[in-house]
């Protein structure tokens, strides 16, 4: 089982950036790909960025495409999400999940944590 934790959302300006962060911890080795999702209220979850976890190969949701990276350090078994020209539309809810050898599926989450964007 991979346990894993979110940090670095905030309150930022419309047009500003913040980075997120995912450190995994557990069964890290059985990492495939990790993810990033976001959830904003009344509205279903949505996919915006993974990585895979050994090659380093990244693909974007159309909507943040250009305006968000997924990056990862493979030492400290995290990934991140640079988000810039932030719109008050990103406010959401931010999660990052991961596949991982035992299927092929996001099977672990983590709590999120909050984006708010002020216009």
């Known amino acids: 089982q991979v346990q894993l934790v979110e940090s670095g959302g905030g309150l930022v300006q419309a047009g500003g950036s913040l980075r997120l962060s995912c450190e995994a911890s557990?069964?890290?080795?059985?990492?495939?790909?990790m993810g990033w999702f976001r959830q904003a209220p009344g509205k279903g979850r949505e996919f915006l960025a993974d990585?895979?976890?050994?090659?380093?190969?990244?693909s974007y949701a159309d909507s943040v495409k250009g305006r968000f990276t997924i990056s990862k350090d493979n030492a400290k078994d995290i990934v991140y999400l640079q988000m810039n020209s932030l719109k008050p539309e990103d406010a959401a809810l931010y999660f990052c999940?991961?596949?991982?050898?035992?299927?092929?599926?996001?099977?672990?989450w983590g709590q999120g944590t909050q984006v708010t964007v002020s216009s």
């Open positions: 999940a991961v596949q991982t050898i035992t299927g092929t599926d996001w099977n672990s």
């Open positions: 557990g069964y890290t080795h059985s990492i495939l790909i």
């Open positions: 990585i895979n976890w050994r090659g380093g190969r990244a």
